[in-house]
Each structure stands twice: as C-alpha cells, then as structure tokens.
C-alpha cells in the first residue's frame, strides 16, 4: 500500500508539469508570408526567375491562338510543344509565375502572368464555347469524343498525343493563378473551361467516361475539386468523381498493390485527386486509398534519393537491377507529384513527422538536385546508373514535362519549412528563411549552415510577449535522445510527441533564441530488393561522388524529341567502383575531411583507378560530371564472381547498344511517342517484366536513321500459346512474315532482318507490323535499327 501511494504521488507530481500537446491538424503558411534566405535553394530560386524571364510568352502562346483561329504574334517553340503535346507548358508557365510572385513579390512576374491570362481570354472568346487548349486539331478531336467515339491508350486519345494531359496543365496554370496570384479573370476563366468539360462528357456513360480516362489525363480530377471548391457547387465534385480513374482507384482501395509496369506520373496524379476528393466530403476510403498507394511506392518502390520509376515505369519491387543498369531512371515529375501528395497527407493524417522525413530526402536529393545552380536547367531522368551523368535543358530547345513541374519547383521552396494550428507553430525543414506568422504578430527566423553544420538556429520576435507551442520536428535521422534544445543558450526541457516532434510551450519574448542541436552519422541505405547496392548518406543528405567529365554527350539537350535523355558512352558496369568489405562495415569505410563543406573519402575500392579512394560528397552539389550514387559491394571472395558474372550480362547488350542507330521500347509510353506511334486494333502489355504491343490490324514506329547508317532490323518479342501472324514493312516495302505456330509460351525470341538496299540512304524509315491471316501479330517487346554488318551473338 505503502509503495502504491508513493508511486502514485510520483505519478501526479511528474504529470503535474507535463501540459497536454496541442495536435490539431495543421494549416500552411501562403508562400507570401515565407522568403528564403541565402542557400542554395534561394539560389536555385534566383536562376527559376531567370529561366522565366528567358521565355517568350508570346511563343507559348501560340498554340492557342492557332486553335482558336487567331493569328499567332510568334512562332511556336520546338520540342515537346511542336509535335504535339503543343500549349502543355504554357499552362505550366502559369503556375510557375503564380507561384514565384507569391514567393518573391516580384512584379515583372505578375506582369507576365496577367499578360498570359490576357491572351488566353482571347482565346477562350474566340472559341466561343469555353475552351483553351493548344491541342493540335482539337476541335475536331474533341467533337469525336463528346459524340462517344473514344479510341484511348496510355498516351493516345483519338489520335492525339494526351490531349487530356495537355489540357489539365492549363487547367492547373488558371487555378494557381487565381489562388496564388489573385487574378479574378483566370478564377471566371477556369469556371468556364470547366463547363465546356461538363458539355463534352454530358452525353457520355461512366463506361465511357472511364474508357477516355486509359489515356494519361494528369490530375483533372483534383482540379475539378478544386473548382467544387472555388464555386461552392457540387456538379464541380461530381465530375471530379467521375474523371476518378476506377481501374487505379479500386485496387488502391483494397490494399493491392498492382502498380508493376504501369506509367509511374500517369498514376500519381490521379492519387493525388482521389485525396483531394476525400478532402471534400468525399469517400475517406479514397484518401485511405492516397496513403497505402503513398506507402508502396515511398517505402517499396522508391531509391534513396527519393525518386521512383525506370524509363518512367514502376519495375517489380524485388528487382531494381534496370534501375542500375538504365540510364533512364527516376523522372523528376514523379518526385515532384509524390511532395505533392505528401504535402495533402500530412496534416489528414496527424501532422505525422514521418510525411516530413520523405518531403525532406526527396526534395534535397532529387528535387533541388535537379536544377543547374549556374543557369537553371532542368532534368529530366536522374541515372543511378554507377558513372553516367544527367541532361540539362534549356530555355530555347527544352519542352519536357519536367521542364513544367522544374519551372514551378523553386516557387514553392517555402510551403513546407513551416505549418501551424491555432496554438502551435511546427517547424519542419532546416532552410534558412524568414516567416511573418501575421495571426501571432510574430516573426520567426531560421538560419543555419545545414547540412554543413548539425546546428539551426532560430529567433523568435512577436511584438507583443505570446504564448504558443513550439513543435520542432524530431528527424528519424537523428537518434532517440540526441537531440537538444536550447532556449537563449540553456538546454531547455521539452516534451517528444508522439508524431514525433520535441515540443517546447512557454510566453516567448522578442528576440528570444532558440538553437537546436541534430547529430548527423554516416549510415547505409540499401537498394530495395537486396541487392549488394548501397547508398552512402549523411542525415538525410545523399552522399555521391564525381567519377568523371569525359563523352557528356548532349550535356545541354538539343531540341530533339530524345534531348533529355544522356546518350554519351555507358560506362561498364565491370567498371564501375565497389567497395571491398563487410556490408556492416560500410559506414565505416568513409573519413570525413576537414572544411566548411561537407565532404568524406571512401577507400577500400576496386577497380585499380579507385584504389586511392574518392570524395563523397552531396548529390544535389554534383553537376555536370559522370557521377556515383550506388555502391557496390563485395568481399574479397564475392568479387570476382560479381565481376565475371557482370561482364556476362553486359558484352552482348553493350555490342548491340554501340550499333543501334534507333530504337524502340514498345508499350513504353514516351519511347513510342517519340517515335510517332501510329496504330489500329492495338494493345500494350506488361509481362515478365517487359513491355510490349500487338494489333490485330497494324502499328507502326517512325524510326531515325540520321546518319544513313541503319541496314538491318533488330526485332525482340515473345513467344506464344497460340499461333499468331504479322508481315514486317519498312516504307511500305514487305521484309516478310513473322509466323508463331502457339507452341511456345513467354520465351523471348529475337531476330534480325536485312533492309533493302533502296531504304538505305533515307533518314527516316517507317517500321510497320501489320497483323496477317485475321490473327494477332507477335507482341512485340522492341524493335532497332543497326548499322554493321556483323550481328553481335544475341
């Protein structure tokens, strides 16, 4: 009795000083109550304003004008915006002013930006029916839909390059306008193209609403929301509902992750509109739906910078070896959805520090990363491929998607470095910033040298003494019980909660200071599927090393449709650096070197030219150079195996990479787009990890042969279960037939075909296959066109 009453008196006098912690949902800053302070993110925000303002408004406006019948003031950029997907950046533009006029204050944006809208009601007056687009031959195209002939495939929709794609970018600009930029004509604007989508689908089933929505739509269901949102009016939410893609949606809702080989940012968005749906008043298994597809891919599916997907598409989670051996790896679209995303969760799920953790990996190491510090450009594919290197675009040549998404980046630094509740501040990332919390009169701001230096510094100035909860974020980097607080240089006691933030509630007073210590340590990440590659990193700062400058070909990207992708020499895999220990001894293999920048040496390296070692340092600090991200690892006794067993894989595939002149990856969406994928009767398909495409009439590829210097076909495809047929043309010209008599199953068969010589001189060749005796042509995995004679043994 004696020991439960003292237990109990205990009890009571340690709760007695423990106040209950504030955990209602958070609400964000606008951009315009934070500005950054001199870091490399204000730095990469400072090269955005340039890039801005080296683009012609008039030139991305041209699309539109054309298709509204009105005469252009300039001539159309090349690239993307040319062949197709014509007016996508312009709604990117959009964005990306808005949301930089928000963050800076900067007028001569807000110029451009009201200029833009300007035009664009030309436009939408012009076409009389509520419509924008620079979709070319829209009229027609859409006519075709709104009386139900839909013909959709993952980039196609009746013809044309993801029109609705193209158009949910303008969509998205007039939205942003409106809320970061306040321009009343964009918000009657955006009402108004969004009525023209009710016309056109009024007449249409959900069967058919849901056929259209095969083809990549971007995230017109959160946008439509948006608009719910904006008007007050529930026909708006309705149509968001229906433009909800069910074939993604209803796994997602039954926990099943069925993502392997789809096309990773096609997917993204639409989670992203399911959450805002649920947001709403929606169905909150749709938003359960948004955090288990949010869980997969940032904890399955995900590298250690951050990013997701090889040649844009989700490969198996037990296999990543593509994602080693493909210059083609995460895209910074993907990342630059999946912040998104995070950004919504966050608060609906408990304002969990976990959703900060993945904000803060991918935007230091992939979406920072992504952008040249010297002069803006923007990347497209980020290769973890051991010693290759990026593509940089610029603003003359480059119209990717990810020159969109890379534009509106840096005007949105500042969203997440800070949230609060009416009781609370949360201070989340460690960017030196300034914020006005206007609600609290209070100023608060943030220096520090981070990574650089384990210390944040933080002053806190209200006009008038106010109480409030100071939530400073707990990183998982940081181990249990290493943290500290200091409040005006004495260690101030705080409360850990249970989403995991150290809280310090007091009266704060002006000028009161604040410093918080974060021990950082060297740890390992592990590639995924458990492979021996392993990620160095430092808190949760990626560590890479420079490897080389040497053949960065098209290091500034051209305005060819393959531009963004490195095409100079790949490296041997035998060549690359391993490291020679223990996989838990690799932590330890890294010295730190002396200065004020963080650097480390990693010895214990083979081949010979590593044997001195090399400086690790931040990713998101490398730029055009060859670059290594993933270790290899061995011991003594593995390495030779592994060696022999790379050398193996890579002497037939890299004898046949050094004479492809073009190629084709089918069913891989911008492969085929790029090649002007024509088709009828046609299907794509994923199997045993490849992507494929047969018909039952014909598809065909528009193949380069620059140089004159392609004399064979190259074809890759599978084996079958029942007989198929298909007649291989080339410029209309028959090179025979390919016949499968249905005895096989998914052996991969491969076979080469000499072009005739009257094809040889001609730069471009169309690649047909053409189904034959009323069956399905082969499924077709690849096609390429090569230059030597003597065919490699495959």
């Known amino acids: 009795m004696k020991y439960t009453a003292l237990l109990l008196l205990l009890f009571f006098a340690l709760n007695s000083c423990v106040k209950e912690i504030d955990n209602t949902p958070v609400e964000y800053f606008n951009l315009s109550d934070v500005e950054l302070l001199d870091s490399e993110f204000k730095n990469a925000q400072i090269q955005d304003v340039a890039y801005l303002m080296a683009l012609d408004p008039d030139r991305l406006l041209a699309p539109f004008l054309r298709e509204a019948g009105l005469e252009p003031k300039a001539e159309s950029y090349p690239n993307w915006e040319n062949t197709g997907l014509d007016g996508h950046i312009g709604g990117h533009y959009l964005t990306a002013l808005a949301l930089m006029y928000a963050s800076t204050g900067d007028t001569e944006l807000k110029e451009r930006l009201d200029y833009m809208i300007s035009e664009l009601?030309?436009?939408?007056?012009?076409?009389?029916?509520?419509?924008?687009?620079?979709?070319?031959?829209?009229?027609?195209?859409?006519?075709?839909?709104?009386?139900?002939?839909?013909?959709?495939?993952?980039?196609?929709?009746?013809?044309?390059?993801?029109?609705?794609?193209?158009?949910?970018?303008?969509?998205?600009?007039?939205?942003?306008?409106?809320?970061?930029?306040?321009?009343?004509?964009?918000?009657?604007?955006?009402?108004?193209?969004?009525?023209?989508?009710?016309?056109?689908?009024?007449?249409?089933s959900d069967e058919q609403i849901q056929t259209m929505l095969h083809s990549e739509h971007g995230g017109l269901n959160e946008t439509f929301a948006d608009v719910a949102e904006i008007t007050g009016e529930e026909k708006y939410l309705e149509l968001a509902k229906k433009f909800s893609h069910r074939e993604i949606l209803d796994p997602l809702i039954e926990h099943h992750d069925e993502l392997n080989g789809k096309h990773a940012n096609t997917q993204i968005p639409k989670v992203i509109g399911y959450q805002r749906i649920a947001e709403l008043g929606g169905d909150p298994a749709w938003s359960d739906a948004a955090l288990f597809f949010w869980d997969v891919v940032v904890n399955g599916r995900s590298v250690a910078i951050g990013g997701n997907s090889v040649r844009e598409h989700f490969h198996p989670k037990d296999d990543f070896s593509e994602m080693i051996s493909s210059v083609e790896g995460p895209e910074t679209c993907n990342s630059y959805n999946m912040l998104k995303l995070t950004k919504m969760l966050y608060p609906t799920f408990g304002n969990n520090s976990k959703f900060i953790d993945y904000y803060e990996r991918t935007l230091y190491n992939h979406i920072l990363a992504s952008v040249n510090p010297d002069n803006g450009g923007l990347v497209y594919f980020t290769p973890?491929?051991?010693?290759?290197?990026?593509?940089?675009?610029?603003?003359?040549?480059?119209?990717?998607?990810?020159?969109?998404?890379?534009?509106?980046?840096?005007?949105?630094?500042?969203?997440?470095?800070?949230?609060?509740?009416?009781?609370?501040?949360?201070?989340?990332?460690?960017?030196?910033?300034?914020?006005?919390?206007?609600?609290?009169?209070?100023?608060?701001?943030?220096?520090?040298?981070?990574?650089?230096?384990?210390?944040?510094?933080?002053?806190?100035?209200?006009?008038?003494?106010?109480?409030?909860?100071?939530?400073?974020?707990?990183?998982?980097?940081?181990?249990?019980?290493?943290?500290?607080?200091?409040?005006?240089?004495?260690?101030?006691?705080?409360?850990?909660?249970?989403?995991?933030?150290?809280?310090?509630?007091?009266?704060?007073?002006?000028?009161?200071?604040?410093?918080?210590?974060?021990p950082m340590k060297i740890t390992v990440e592990q590639l995924e599927d458990g492979s021996n590659n392993y990620a160095f990193e430092y808190g949760p700062i990626v560590l890479a090393a420079k490897t080389g400058t040497e053949d960065l070909k098209g290091l500034y990207a051209d305005a060819s449709r393959m531009g963004h992708v490195a095409?100079?020499?790949?490296?041997?895999?035998?060549?690359?650096?391993?490291?020679?220990?223990?996989?838990?001894?690799?932590?330890?293999?890294?010295?730190?070197?002396?200065?004020?920048?963080?650097?480390?040496?990693?010895?214990?390296?083979?081949?010979?030219?590593?044997?001195?070692?090399?400086?690790?340092?931040?990713?998101?600090?490398?730029?055009?150079?060859?670059?290594?991200?993933?270790?290899?690892?061995?011991?003594?006794?593995?390495?030779?195996?592994?060696?022999?067993?790379?050398?193996?894989?890579?002497?037939?595939?890299?004898?046949?990479?050094?004479?492809?002149?073009?190629?084709?990856e089918s069913g891989e969406q911008q492969p085929e787009s790029d090649h002007f994928v024509k088709f009828e009767g046609s299907r794509t398909g994923y199997a045993n990890d490849y992507h494929y495409r047969e018909t039952r009439r014909f598809f065909s590829y528009n193949l380069k042969n620059t140089d004159n210097t392609g004399r064979f076909l190259y074809l890759k495809y599978f084996d079958s279960a029942y007989p198929r047929s298909a007649e291989i043309l080339v410029n209309n010209n028959s090179l025979g037939t390919i016949e499968l008599n249905g005895d096989g199953e998914d052996d991969i068969l491969e076979k080469v075909i000499p072009l005739p010589a009257s094809e040889h001189a001609k730069q471009e060749l169309i690649f047909k296959v053409?189904?034959?005796?009323?069956?399905?042509?082969?499924?077709?995995i690849e096609v390429r066109l090569l230059s030597k004679d003597e065919i490699p043994e495959l």
């Open 770 to 780: 053409q189904a034959s005796n009323n069956q399905s042509s082969m499924r077709l």
């Open 121 to 204: 009601k030309r436009c939408q007056d012009a076409n009389g029916n509520g419509y924008i687009g620079g979709v070319p031959g829209g009229e027609e195209m859409w006519e075709e839909v709104k009386s139900g002939e839909i013909r959709a495939g993952g980039f196609d929709l009746n013809g044309s390059w993801v029109p609705l794609y193209n158009i949910h970018k303008t969509y998205a600009g007039l939205r942003d306008a409106w809320i970061y930029a306040g321009n009343e004509t964009a918000k009657t604007m955006l009402i108004g193209l969004t009525d023209w989508m009710l016309d056109l689908v009024s007449d249409l």
């Open 567 to 664: 095409k100079g020499k790949m490296i041997p895999l035998k060549d690359r650096p391993i490291v020679v220990a223990s996989a838990d001894k690799l932590p330890s293999m890294l010295e730190k070197e002396a200065g004020d920048e963080l650097a480390f040496k990693l010895n214990g390296l083979y081949p010979e030219q590593y044997e001195s070692g090399l400086e690790l340092m931040p990713f998101y600090r490398i730029h055009e150079s060859r670059y290594n991200i993933y270790w290899s690892q061995a011991s003594e006794d593995e390495l030779n195996e592994m060696i022999r067993q790379v050398e193996e894989e890579e002497k037939a595939r890299i004898a046949l990479d050094e004479i492809t002149v073009d190629k084709v």
């Open 384 to 518: 973890m491929r051991p010693n290759h290197y990026r593509v940089y675009s610029q603003p003359e040549t480059s119209f990717w998607c990810c020159v969109g998404s890379g534009i509106e980046n840096p005007g949105k630094y500042g969203e997440m470095i800070y949230a609060h509740s009416d009781k609370s501040l949360y201070v989340n990332l460690f960017i030196p910033s300034v914020l006005n919390w206007e609600a609290k009169s209070t100023e608060v701001v943030l220096e520090t040298q981070f990574p650089d230096e384990d210390k944040v510094y933080l002053t806190i100035n209200p006009k008038e003494n106010t109480e409030f909860e100071l939530h400073l974020r707990y990183p998982s980097w940081v181990e249990e019980g290493a943290m500290k607080v200091l409040v005006n240089g004495s260690e101030a006691k705080y409360q850990q909660s249970e989403n995991g933030y150290a809280v310090v509630i007091r009266e704060w007073e002006k000028g009161d200071k604040v410093e918080l210590v974060l």
